[in-house]
């Protein structure tokens, strides 16, 4: 039997899809790229705004039209908080809530009577990536989130706060590592609260990782400014620990910040990463930004454009508000014009731009560590990562994915990426090797 599946949203819907795909495989059920392909279809939702409930939907229409006779699975965020919905408009046979995804697989092999076996020949350890090729994985550390941002509806989905074992999660990375993936992203809804329930913490959590697996790059998942544990810059010290934060900060207004119930202030915010970037070297951070919250004035807009330009953050990813049934932002008054939602929605891109432009512009000259993920198909040219999460073209015959790679910071290229050269000899002091 086949397996296809897909995610939209967050890093924690991707890490939890690619834990299905291993599990799949284990169960002797094989994943496959391609929908019309498979026997089972497996649908990771995200419910964050209305447009994600809208995108969710038309996934699974569209999953389902490509192949009707499959099972049709469901999970995530919209099918948490509408199930008997999904599976009456979207002809859905399987709905797995959030709090039972751990045990997807089981549950699907249980409720659809699926008859397959593991295969014999399959080793433990011969599990395959998700998606082939892929040098980055994600890995799900923890689930849920104790607090109650007014706009919020991921923590109604997702329930209280659950983590992960650390030397459950070390396991995982190290079994990644022997597959030839040469980057994790740690993920969680509320990765700074990981431990909360185990009494550990995510810097021990990181330290554990660090010390205890070989993984050449590591990444943190989106984590709120106001939880970095103490000691957190200390991390960085291993070069490991990739030099990239996304700290969604949603407004640079503090009276805009209080009507959300969000835990850090605009100045406190700016001390946060000025420190940062006083002790790791080549930082960037990335952030959130909602457009149009209840009641956003005009003063209110300029603050956080003021904010943005200070924060200078190398992307800046841009939401206008949607009013979500079941929180407190919904019942607020004053909503803010869809047509002036829009217009400021255009200022931020065009502002964001120019920063990102202007950061680009500053990296040119210096020389890093990429790790290449493969060919762009329009260009042909070679698509890699910095350490600080940057993206790089490169052009060389050579067979460069799922390589890390010291390249030279040349220039940027006219769709906002940075134009690299490749620098001999490799990170390692040889010629690279490909580890698929």
Known sequence: MRVHLQALGCRLNEAELETWARDFRRAGIE?????????????????????????????????????PTAKLVMSGCYAALSPEQAAAD???????????????????????????????????????????????????????????????????????????????????????????????????????????????????????????????????????????????????????????????????????????????????????IEAGRARVPDLQVTTDIIVGFPGESDEEWAQTLAFVVQARFSHVHIFAFSSREGTKAATLPDPVPRVVQRERSQQLHRLAARLRSEILRDQIGRECDVLVEGRDRESGMWSAYTPNYLRVSIASGQSLENRRRMVRLVGVSGDGRLCGELVAPDPQGHLSETLR
């Open 90 to 272: 979207l002809g859905v046979d399987l709905v797995v809530g959030n709090h039972e995804k751990d045990r997807l697989v089981a549950i699907v092999r249980r409720e659809l009577d699926l008859p397959v076996m593991p295969r014999i020949a399959a080793e433990p350890d011969e599990v395959a990536l998700f998606a082939r090729g892929r040098q980055r994985a994600f890995v799900k550390v923890q689930d849920g989130c104790r607090y109650r941002c007014t706009y919020c509806v991921v923590t109604l989905a997702r329930g209280e706060e659950r983590s992960r074992p650390i030397d459950e999660v070390v396991a995982e990375i190290a079994a990644l590592e022997s597959e030839g993936v040469q980057e994790v992203v740690l993920a969680g809804v509320h990765l700074g609260g990981y431990g909360s329930d185990r009494g550990r913490s995510l810097y021990d959590l990181v330290v554990a990782v660090l010390e205890r697996t070989d993984m050449p790059r590591i990444r943190l998942g989106s984590l709120e400014p106001w939880d970095l544990p103490e000691g957190f810059w200390d991390l960085f010290a291993d070069r490991r620990l990739m030099p990239h934060l996304h700290l969604p900060m949603q407004s640079g207004a503090d009276s805009v910040l209080r009507r959300m119930s969000r835990r850090c202030r605009s100045g406190e915010f700016l001390a946060l």
């Open 31 to 67: 994943p496959t790229s391609d929908p019309a392909d498979a026997d089972i279809l497996v649908v990771n939702t995200c419910a964050v705004t209305a447009e994600s409930v809208r995108k969710s939907r038309n996934l699974v229409r569209r999953a389902h039209r490509a192949n």
